[in-house]
């Protein structure tokens, strides 16, 4: 992709991922999910799990999985709320430039 993805947009699609799943998700599965529809390497997606957490926007819990323990990550309420504001900027946002391309926008 030739567009720049920035923190906010990283942050509303993991929020994004992360929502699909009531119970929560994991790591792998949500680098995976991301990287079905944008290219990014699990070393940029780790510390947005990390920011989102301190942020309080995801709850994070261990449990076992094959032996080992796996890290899961669970949408909060504050996260829950964040997630709306970017889909209601998102959409402002997309609608404005789509605008622009298609000839401009009127005042």
Known sequence: MVFNTGAALLDAIVLAVVSKEKEGTYGYKITQDVRSVLEVSESTLYPVLRRLQKDDCL???DREYGG???RYYKLTEKGAAQLNL???EWKNYTSKIS???E???SK
Do not use: A, S, T
């Open 59 to 61: 709850e994070v819990y």
């Open 68 to 70: 080992r323990n796996r």
């Open 86 to 88: 970017y889909k209601v």
């Open 99 to 101: 605008q622009l391309f």
């Open 103 to 105: 000839g401009g926008i």
